[in-house]
């Protein structure tokens, strides 16, 4: 199983929601063709982690978000793993974070956009208790924008 942009149900995901909504959907390659496969053994899964740090995700995407702005697209929303940095900033309008392993109690702190977080119960990344403390959060901002958090019951990471 691989997982990144050679994730054929990524793609197809994208197709469904462009097909469904009539957005422009766009699946950036932010991992350099270097994807996460689980049917290697030998996987290092340390170094793959450090080698691909939401920071980077992060810096790596606002090229992309400014292209689309310079194409006249005033409304961005995001999903993924990286997304909660964005969330900080004015360049989204909305996130959706999907497996927030990476997301600190600071990136929630300072969201400014109305987001989701769909997270799995089992979770070695993100317990669920840390994603309960998230929509505590979340919830003092509820004068600010719309949230949204969820933890499938009995789902595993991945």
């Known amino acids: 199983m691989v997982l ?3 994730a054929l149900n990524l793609r197809k995901l994208a ?9 422009l959907v766009v699946v ?4 350099y063709g270097d994807y996460y496969d689980l049917d290697k053994p030998q996987f290092d899964l340390k170094s793959w982690l450090k080698a691909h740090r939401e920071d980077k995700g992060y810096k790596d995407t606002k090229p992309l978000i400014a292209a689309l702005k310079s194409k006249g697209i005033s409304a961005i929303g ?3 793993t990286v997304v909660a940095k964005l969330a900080n900033s004015n360049d989204i309008q909305a996130a959706v974070v999907l497996h927030p392993g990476p997301t600190t109690n600071g ?3 300072n969201v400014k956009v109305p987001i989701a977080i769909l997270a799995a119960e089992i979770d070695e990344f993100c317990p669920a208790e840390q994603v309960k403390q ?3 959060m979340l919830a003092l901002k509820s004068d600010q924008f719309d949230s949204f958090v ?5 789902v595993v990471h991945g």
């Not at 950036?28 to 991992?31: Q, S, Y």
């Not at 969820?150 to 009995?154: E, T």
């Open 78 to 80: 995001v999903a993924g």
């Open 4 to 6: 990144g942009f050679e």
């Open 15 to 23: 197709d469904k929601v462009a097909a469904s909504t009539g957005f």
């Open 28 to 31: 950036p390659d932010l991992l």
């Open 134 to 136: 998230f929509a505590e």
């Open 107 to 109: 990136d929630i702190n």
């Open 150 to 154: 969820k933890i499938y019951p009995g």
